[in-house]
Nanobody, 126 residues
Framework: EVQLQASGGGLVQVGGSLRLSCGAS????????VGWFRQAPGKEREGVSA????????YYADAVKGRFGIGWDDAKKTVFLQMNHLVPEDTGVYYC???????????????????WGQGTLVTVSS
């Protein structure tokens, strides 16, 4: 059984940084990708970033390219999202997610094996 346990988040001022972590375990092969979606108030959920279990694929939404960095620590079974130069538009609930379809869910392609963790709130104040 795939389990996702997110941590991090909080309140930060514009231009600041935050680091999200998500423990991800239970995968049976290396076809998985793990990462984050977010949902701002009144908006639809959107993909933010993902990395493959082999670390040979990384996805970033256009809105976060150049500011966010994602990494997978296989020894710790943890994905990290370093968020720098935060802006108010980054405010929202961030959900740790994973799929076993090489990250297709971040490209809008449904996967029969998608997994969701709990959300963590990120608030960027101006």
């Amino acid at each position: 059984e795939v389990q996702l346990q997110a941590s991090g988040g909080g309140l930060v001022q514009v231009g600041g940084s935050l680091r999200l972590s998500c423990g991800a375990s239970g995968f049976t092969d290396d076809s998985f990708a793990v990462g984050w979606f977010r949902q701002a108030p009144g908006k639809e959920r959107e993909g933010v970033s993902a990395v493959s279990g082999r670390s040979d694929m990384a996805y970033y939404a256009d809105a976060v390219k150049g500011r966010f960095g994602i990494g997978w620590d296989d020894a710790k079974k943890t994905v990290f999202l370093q968020m720098n130069h935060l802006v108010p538009e980054d405010t929202g609930v961030y959900y740790c997610a994973a799929d076993e379809c090489h990250g297709s869910m971040w490209y809008g392609i449904p996967c029969a094996r998608e997994h969701w963790g709990q959300g963590t709130l990120v608030t960027v104040s101006s």
